[in-house]
């Protein structure tokens, strides 16, 4: 297994996720060059989300993504970490984030740990005890409240509800509903929608890469094919994803009695673990861990990573608390367990750290 040389550093404030949706709300001829051509003068935009899609990913399958490798535009980066609950939050706020403090799959609330996307702590239903409009207050895209094109079982949802307050939205329960509603939504005059897609994530995280994949992907791209299909003349579609894989399969790390006996908790996720430390250990901890996985993770403090900027900024005492004091973010094919968390064994491909692998993702367009 290779060690990658370089983590990538997202590019906020230029080509990553956080811009994105500022960029498509901006007035035609005003949006940034890095906007893919066909919507920098688009009346209509329609935003469609790959969730798990990176850009290596597609580009080592272009004959299963014809539609895909046909658009114009080219890789950005996503956020810290690369995963699902802080990557579309950054897309929806158009904040990065140190900003909007979702800044991570499971994080540390009290005493315990959110479960962001499932909305779930100690097992149980978490939205009375962490309001979601409480964790996340910003608003989303700059207040326009397009409408929203997802799965319907995910409308009333804890992280639905923090990430994308206040907007219409439209449940799908099969993938051409999604179509319907993208071309219902322009015809009605929206200038801007968004829609999201899961199913490539599902796939790679159950299976892996291999025919379970590639058959997603070649589904996938007729997805995007036929909501390109849909446009109304002057209208574009974009496409970009939230993140992208790593094939981990049974490469899962158990840490050391040395470094647990110095960890009250863990958070995160396999490849971007937090180690909350007991009081008085974290350097012991950040050493020990440098010492143990230098090959296998870069090794960072929470002050580290903040002095980075690989958050986007400082962080604020919410979004700082709900981190740990030491992160391990995976260089190799690799995984961190946490105990609390056995369920992530199952999962064959991973995401959450800052490879080039999981870092790019596409950004695309069509032109109706």
Known sequence: MSVESELVRPDYGGACLDGVVPALLAAPGRRPAWVPAPAANAEQIVLLVLDGLGWEQLCERPSLAPCLTSLRGGPITSVTPTTTATALTSITTGLPPAEHEVVGYRVKVGSQVLNVLRWRMAGADARQLVPPSEFQTHEVFGGTAPPVITRG???SSGFTMAHLPGVPMLGWQVPSALVVHVQRALAGGAPFVYAYYDGIDKVAHEQGFGPYY?????YADRLVADVARVLPHGAALVVTADHGQVFV??????????????VTLMSGEGRFRWLHARPGCATRLADRARDELA?????????ELEAEGLFGGRLTPAGRDRLGDVALLARRPVAFLDPADPGETRLRCRHGSLTAAEMWVPLLAAAG
């Open 295 to 303: 090959d296998d993770a870069w090794v960072r403090t929470v002050d």
């Open 214 to 218: 590639d058959a997603e992907l070649t």
């Open 153 to 155: 079982e995910f409308a």
């Open 249 to 262: 399969g049974d490469g899962v790390i158990n840490l050391s009695r040395a470094l647990t006996d110095d």
